[in-house]
């Protein structure tokens, strides 16, 4: 359906500055890597395109314009006040404040918003570095300041789509992009995330006004029940809906081996699955989301642009790729649970395994009427 030689990423250099401080689970190097890795095997030449930066203007049309001002106010005088804290969930240990923080996470937003006008021309747009589906109107959330999954619906919706499928693969529920769009019948949110992980919503009979569909999935979820869970569920949900465009968040933390989840994929079942997302319409965003261990992020990230882009992957890395790797770092991850391969090459090794009864009964479940 794609002509993948127009893929294009959507990126900027804004986020090689230090940000969330010392001892944070975002505290590594996330999209930084994967465009060094992407450059590294020639696959972003003619296929860059920069990230704006978000206006004021357009954060409040979904933001409020209190919580907006009030977040570029503390970055500019480079502090958070206890009020601020209080009503806006910024200076947290949750969310700590850092100097740029305004203008990351705006230029965040406008990433996601320019995604989705570079896809209105019939191509897939990826921007890594969105994905921050926790963000509330008022207030950060769940590592995030802003929400711009909503800004990329939103880009399309201002082209006059009217049905536009929103799919959230992190191991978290999407739960912001979901109330975002609660009440909107040309948006449909599917959520697939672990099963009692914060933010404790999304559960399976939680359908909203009828456009959202969730399925949360217990512990360890290995490759044969997620393809399962894709290809009865996922796509029939998405043909009946029939999408005119697509946003996919595809968080890298259902991975096996991160430290903030427990689910056991393999990055090859989450490309699958973002690759089974985009082919139900003629337009797609792809954008990225939680991920905490940096060598399955980086290369996840990386294998799926290369997919998405029409690149043949390597099967082993060149060598300034996996010295890159190898200088990664992460106090999440113990030198001992690191394997071998997270510096070598970009595909894991399928997780086969069996189908247990509560997978199918999700898919019952939420492919009934």
Not at 35 to 50: I, M, V
Not at 255 to 270: C, E, R, W, Y
């Amino acid at each position: 359906m794609f002509d993948l030689s127009e893929t294009v990423f959507v990126g900027s250099d804004i986020y090689r500055r230090a940000a969330f401080g010392r001892n944070h689970p975002l505290a590594i190097p996330r999209v930084e890597t994967v465009a060094d890795l992407a450059a590294d095997l020639g696959w972003l030449e003619g296929r860059w395109h920069p990230s704006p930066i978000a206006s004021r203007d357009l954060l409040t049309r979904y933001h409020d314009a209190t919580y907006v001002a009030a977040l570029a106010k503390a970055d500019s005088a480079g502090l958070v006040t206890a009020d601020m804290r209080s009503a806006h969930g910024v200076g947290t240990m949750e969310n700590p404040f850092f100097s740029g923080v305004f203008a990351r996470a705006a230029t965040s937003v406008g990433g996601s918003h320019e995604a989705a006008r570079l896809a209105l021309a019939g191509r897939i747009a990826f921007h890594p570095a969105g994905g921050t589906h926790h963000g509330r109107r008022d207030r950060a959330s769940g590592f995030c300041f802003f929400n711009d999954p909503v800004f990329a619906v939103l880009g399309f919706l201002d082209a006059g789509l009217t049905r536009i499928l929103y799919v959230d693969l992190d191991a978290h529920h999407g739960d912001g992009v979901e109330d975002a769009y609660a009440a909107d019948p040309r948006v449909m949110t599917v959520s697939i995330h672990e099963e009692g992980r914060w933010p404790g919503t999304g559960a399976l009979g939680d359908r909203r006004e009828g456009r959202a569909r969730n399925m949360p999935v217990p512990r360890g979820i290995n490759d044969s029940e997620w393809r399962l869970l894709v290809d009865e569920a996922v796509v029939p949900i998405g043909r009946r809906f029939a999408p005119q465009a697509v946003v996919v968040t595809c968080g890298a933390d259902p991975l096996k081996g991160d430290p903030l989840s427990t689910m056991d994929l393999s990055n090859v079942a989450l490309w699958e699955a973002v690759e089974a997302a985009v082919s139900l319409a003629p337009r797609a965003v792809v954008l990225g989301g939680g991920g905490y261990n940096p060598w399955t992020l980086a290369r996840c990230w990386t294998g799926l642009w290369g997919r998405l882009a029409g690149f043949d992957l390597p099967e082993t890395l060149p060598e300034v790729s996996r010295a890159r790797l190898a200088a990664l770092d992460c106090d999440l991850v113990d030198d001992d649970e690191r394997e071998p391969a997270w510096t070598t090459t970009l595909a894991d090794p399928r997780n086969i395994g069996s189908v247990r009864p509560e997978i199918r009964e999700i898919i019952a479940t939420i492919t009934a009427s």
